[in-house]
């Protein structure tokens, strides 16, 4: 199976905080620079070369790279769907010069509360991401929530489904995965989730939730794919191996007439065998990180094959359903989660709903 999905890591700086990240607080992260658009560009040829379909621009806040709108359109161009996952507070003043270049625009909140918001995040950012949503309603796209379930965040997280949908968006919603010492949920956490899912606008990749019950990753029979399923770029211009969080090769990319090698790195006889052994390190025992599990899911047909499936099904209804009530104005959406008086609340709290502000297009369903 070609590799389908680009992580690819355009900075590992983060105006945010969040707890449960240590991607731009890590100390071999802090000196790494970005490189020139025209080098990424170079790469994303050659990930069209692999057969890459799926690139996830990413970070650190992704939004924080100033050439963002040349790469994206550049990788428009080449026919790749786009994905771009952020904190929702640098938006605003970037979403007019982004317009139309995202295929899946996520922004991540895990909360209606603004004092938890500062406490999960670092920053006083809860109103920017409710402004974000709105003004990218307005602009066409269509964006989704991340909502990262913690134990700490578990409780509110019926409250933010609500709030999706009140405003016409599709919550993803999944549990914090085990990385920079993270505490997890424990089964009664995960059957939260599940009850959750049933929810309209809410997405759970069941596979994932699946295997995260059954223990993650087993050396002995890995499941993870990231090698052979998923390429990972970094800021500065390597391949890492085997994935980014748990990377322990950085391979430099080489570009000479216009042209990157990002292809042949991948096809040399050193990477594929690091692909033969992919999910049997020690690092990989019972590994949930789930950047890498998606794509891993894809093949062979297993139990995590067809749960997957399922999952996808559903987010492409709710996608769909997110579309139709966009064009036709009309409420498809059973809204039942939280309570509706915080939910308004922190709806109507914000810059847009100032009345010195500029007048914006009635988004919520």
Not at 99 to 127: A, C, H, N, Q, W
Not at 238 to 251: A, F, I, N, Q
Not at 328 to 356: E, H, Q, V, Y
């Amino acid at each position: 199976m070609p590799p389908v999905l680009a992580n690819y890591y355009l900075t590992y700086k983060c105006n945010s905080r969040c707890t449960y990240c240590d991607i731009p607080v890590k100390p071999e992260n802090i000196p790494i620079k970005e490189v020139a658009p025209e080098v990424i560009i170079e790469n994303l040829h050659a990930l069209k070369r692999l057969g890459v379909k799926v690139v996830d621009f990413t970070g650190g806040e992704p939004l924080l790279y100033k050439h963002l709108p040349v790469v994206l359109k550049e990788a428009k161009r080449l026919g790749f769907f786009t994905s771009v996952a952020n904190t929702g507070t640098l938006y605003p003043a970037k979403a007019e010069s982004l317009r139309g270049l995202i295929d899946d625009l996520k922004f991540s909140l895990s909360t209606i509360d603004p004092e938890f918001y500062k406490s999960e995040r670092g920053i006083s950012g809860f109103y920017k991401v409710i402004e974000s949503l709105k003004i990218a309603k307005s602009l066409g796209e269509r964006p989704s929530i991340i909502a990262t379930a913690t134990p700490e965040s578990l409780a509110g997280m019926e409250d933010v489904i609500g709030l999706a949908q009140e405003m016409g968006v599709v919550v993803l919603l999944g549990p914090v995965f085990d990385f920079c010492d993270n505490e997890l949920l424990q089964a009664e956490g995960i059957a939260q989730i599940h009850r959750l899912a049933k929810y309209d606008n809410v997405c759970v990749n069941w596979a994932f939730t699946q295997f995260f019950l059954d223990g993650g990753n087993n050396i002995a029979k890995p499941r993870c794919k990231a090698i052979s399923s998923t390429i990972v770029v970094s800021p500065d211009d390597h391949l890492l191996l085997p994935c980014y969080h748990m990377h322990d090769e950085r391979l430099k990319i080489k570009h000479e007439d216009g042209r990157s090698n990002l292809d042949e790195i991948w096809h040399s006889t050193h990477v594929q065998n690091r692909k033969a052994e992919e999910g049997s390190w020690g690092f990989c025992q019972g590994c949930t990180i789930w950047c890498y599990f998606e794509a891993s899911f894809l093949w062979p047909p297993d139990k995590y094959f067809l749960l997957n499936l399922k999952s996808k099904w559903r987010w492409g209804n709710e996608k769909l359903k997110q579309l139709v009530e966009q064009k036709s104005g009309l409420c498809l959406t059973r809204k039942l989660a939280g309570d509706k008086d915080k939910i308004m609340k922190a709806i109507s709290t914000n810059p847009l709903n100032s009345p010195a502000s500029k007048p914006t297009a009635e988004i919520i369903c």
